[in-house]
């Protein structure tokens, strides 16, 4: 199983990105979805997480501006990010907990994709 992030990229403060974290493989079904994101110097603080119900949880700092959804037919999930800010610069992870075709579940991480908000 792999899951790809993608969508990163430089954006002026105010603007919007979406990320995409699509999983591939031995997948018999995706229960939470998870972004993360950790800004340099900083530890890896949760953005966002949705579950196979749909049911979402924000942090905070992102609460009102950004917005996680998901495709099950596709097994991506996605990270709608408006009125960006400086702060909001980091590397951005996707993580998500996948039960195989031997219906054993496991945790995985994405390679991460980068996000710079910056005049």
């Known amino acids: 199983v792999q899951l790809q992030a993608s969508g990163g990229g430089l954006v002026q403060p105010g603007g919007s990105l979406r990320l995409s974290c699509a999983a591939s493989g031995d997948i018999f079904s995706i229960d939470t979805m998870t972004w993360y994101r950790q800004a340099p110097g900083k530890k890896r603080e949760l953005v966002a997480s949705i579950t196979s119900g749909s049911s979402t949880n924000y942090a905070d700092s992102v609460k009102g501006r950004f917005t996680i959804s998901r495709d099950n037919a596709k097994n991506t999930a996605y990270l709608q990010m408006n009125s960006l800010k400086p702060e909001d610069t980091a590397v951005y992870y996707c993580?998500?907990?996948?039960?195989?075709?031997?219906?054993?579940?496991?945790?995985?991480w994405g390679q991460g994709t980068e996000v710079t908000v910056s005049s």
């Open positions: 993580n998500a907990d996948i039960k195989t075709s031997y219906f054993v579940s496991y945790n995985y």
